[in-house]
């Protein structure tokens, strides 16, 4: 059974960093699709950053050059690096696992697991 497991959050003012850590039990892939998700009040999840077997790495524009995301293999553990937190970066943060693969030259992503979420707070 794949268990994500998030810790990390907090609240902290407007410049602040965080760092955010999800545990990774049960899953093994060799096509694996990791990231992180948010999702602030009465507003849809978004894609903050995400990391592919493959090395490829995607930010939001909203985030990228303040949030760096990395992946330790060996303890099976994915970060989430957050510097000069904004306000607008306020919600409840998702780890996510799945895979990716190719479909006709096509990259495509399937997330398969979340974690529960970890609530990254920033005040003005």
């Known amino acids: 059974q794949v268990q994500l497991a998030e810790s990390g959050g907090g609240s902290v003012q407007s410049g602040g960093s965080l760092r955010l850590s999800c545990a990774a039990s049960g899953y093994t892939n060799s096509n694996y699709y990791m990231g992180w998700f948010r999702q602030a009040p009465g507003k849809d999840r978004e894609k903050v950053a995400t990391i592919e077997s493959d090395g490829n790495i995607n930010y939001a524009d909203s985030v990228r050059g303040r949030f760096s995301i990395s992946l330790d293999n060996a303890k099976n553990t994915l970060f989430l690096q957050m510097n000069n937190l904004k306000p607008e970066d306020t919600g409840l943060y998702f780890c996510?696992?799945?895979?990716?693969?190719?479909?006709?030259?096509?990259?495509?992503?399937?997330?398969?697991?979340w974690g529960q979420g970890t609530q990254v707070s920033v005040s003005s």
């Open positions: 996510a696992a799945g895979t990716w693969n190719l479909y006709g030259g096509t990259r495509g992503r399937d997330v398969r697991y």
